[in-house]
Structure formats: structure tokens, C-alpha cells
């Protein structure tokens, strides 16, 4: 639930990140100088991109449970099908924009670390039209606002789930509500509070890498118990501990990193 909490504040800060982009784009430099919004309008902001994140609430993970099941036609293999070509689009989109920004931008932004969206509005700000810059970042803040509300179903489930187990009765849906609410609060406060997260990023997924290389190969040793010393039993101890080693490698290069480069920490101080 750590890692849906910690991804959920990334996205907010991600998103205010881009959004600070648009507006900028869009109001051009002067705008930025003489009209900043104040405290207030950023907040009223900040609540209506929730509110607007809130509202779709069109969450993949729970196609299957509306899926029709039965142990002839078992919903899991039509979902499996659908994760697999999921994850081949979002793959595909992912590496070439990747690989393209790299060959286009990466010894532009790579000691700056400014990422490859603001490199974008920095290098083609005058040549390219005002209606593609500003499409790209709301293609952006559309893609965070979908996240967010995949990332933030663990944590829903696992609140009404520990309420189910107390009361032993559904939770009604003022409540569902209440803690939808209180956790997307939470999660602003958290990213204003500390809004130098995102340079602890590499070092937190180097951290959380086991949860999604390691932990799955030594869980189905530990329940499907494969024979010893067989294909499979290697296959999985060995994918085990390279997810493992590779986690102690990128924690590693996170901390030298750091090191060399430092972190400003601030709180309650968006830049």
C-alpha cells in the first residue's frame, strides 16, 4: 500500500509540474511575471484537478471483477489477454519515447535533469505552434489523472477492507467517499509538504524493484514448490536474485548520485 500511497504523490507533483508548464505556455512570458496566481487560486486549482481525477473513476483493475466468471470460462484468461496487449502498447509508446527523446535531447537534458517535456517547451518554444505545446502537456496531465486513480485502488480497497473486517457490513458510500477525499488531501498536503520528492525517485524505485522482480519468483517457489534443483526451480531462483541485484545496483548509483549532486530540501517551497 506504501508504494500505491508514494506513486499517488508523484503523480500529484508531476501533474501540478505540467500543468505549471501549460499555463505558462499558454499566458506566455509576461503572464508569468505579472500575474502569478495566488495562494488561493492554486488551491482551487489543485481541488478541481481531484475533483475532475475523482470523477471518471474508470479503474482497469476492476474490469475483471465485473467480468461474467465460471470455471469453464474463468475471467482471468480474457484479462490476461487484454494486461498482455495493454502492456504491448504501453510499451511500445514508452521505449520510443524513450529511445526518440534520448537521441533527440540527451546530452541537453541529461546533466540538467529537467526531463523530456520541459526540454520540449525549452528548445521548441519558438517554432512550433502554441496549440501543440499545450496538447502535449494536457496529453500528459490526462495520462497522470488516469493513473492516479489505478494507483490509488489498492489503497482504497485496503481501507473499506479493514472497515468490512471491523464492522463485518459493506461499507456505505458516504464513507467510501469520505476516505477517497481524505486520501487525495492527504496526498496533496504530503506533495506541497515535501516537494522535493522527486529527486529521491530513483532511489525509492531502487528500493520497491524487489516487490515487482524479486518477491514474485520466491512467492510461487514458496506455493507452487517446484522440485528441487529443476528448470523452473533455477529459472525462478535465478530471475529472484537478479531482481535483487538489481535493486542493490540502482539503489547504489541513486545514493552516488545524490552524493555528487545534492538534493535541495525545502518544505512548503514548490518551485
Not at 48 to 61: P, S, W
Request: proline residues 6%; contains cysteine; hydrophobic residues 50%.
Amino acid at each position: 500500500m506504501y508504494l500505491s500511497g508514494g506513486t499517488c504523490v508523484a503523480l500529484v507533483m508531476f501533474g501540478g509540474e505540467t500543468m505549471k508548464i501549460f499555463y505558462g505556455t499558454v499566458c506566455g512570458p509576461a503572464c508569468k511575471v505579472t500575474n502569478p496566481l495566488t495562494t488561493i487560486e492554486w488551491v482551487l486549482n489543485a481541488i478541481g484537478m481531484i475533483a475532475f481525477a475523482f470523477r471518471g473513476h474508470n479503474l482497469v483493475l476492476e474490469i475483471q471483477g465485473t467480468m461474467p466468471t465460471s470455471t469453464k470460462y474463468p475471467s482471468r484468461i480474457p484479462m490476461w489477454r487484454g494486461v498482455k496487449c495493454a502492456y504491448v502498447i504501453i510499451g511500445l509508446c514508452l521505449f520510443s519515447v524513450a529511445i526518440g527523446g534520448y537521441w533527440a535531447y540527451g546530452n541537453l537534458i541529461i546533466p540538467t535533469n529537467e526531463g523530456l517535456l520541459n526540454a520540449v517547451h525549452k528548445y521548441h518554444e519558438h517554432d512550433t505552434s502554441m496549440f501543440i505545446l499545450c496538447f502535449t502537456s494536457l496529453l500528459v496531465v490526462i495520462h497522470i489523472l488516469s493513473s492516479f486513480q489505478i494507483y490509488a485502488m489498492p489503497v482504497f480497497d485496503n481501507m473499506e477492507s479493514r472497515y468490512t473486517s471491523c464492522k463485518e457490513r459493506p461499507c456505505p458510500r458516504w464513507l467510501r467517499s469520505g476516505i477517497r477525499a481524505f486520501f487525495g488531501c492527504l496526498v496533496v498536503f504530503i506533495a506541497f509538504a515535501l516537494p522535493f520528492l522527486p529527486s529521491l525517485a530513483g532511489l525509492l524505485g531502487g528500493i520497491a524493484l524487489p516487490v515487482t522482480l524479486a518477491y514474485p519468483c520466491f512467492m510461487w517457489i514458496n506455493i507452487k514448490e517446484p522440485r528441487k534443483f529443476s528448470l523452473m526451480w533455477y529459472l525462478n531462483w535465478g530471475l529472484g536474485c537478479l531482481g535483487i541485484l538489481l535493486s542493490i545496483l540502482l539503489v547504489t548509483g541513486a545514493i552516488w548520485s545524490i552524493v555528487i549532486t545534492g538534493i535541495p530540501v525545502h518544505f512548503f517551497k514548490t518551485e
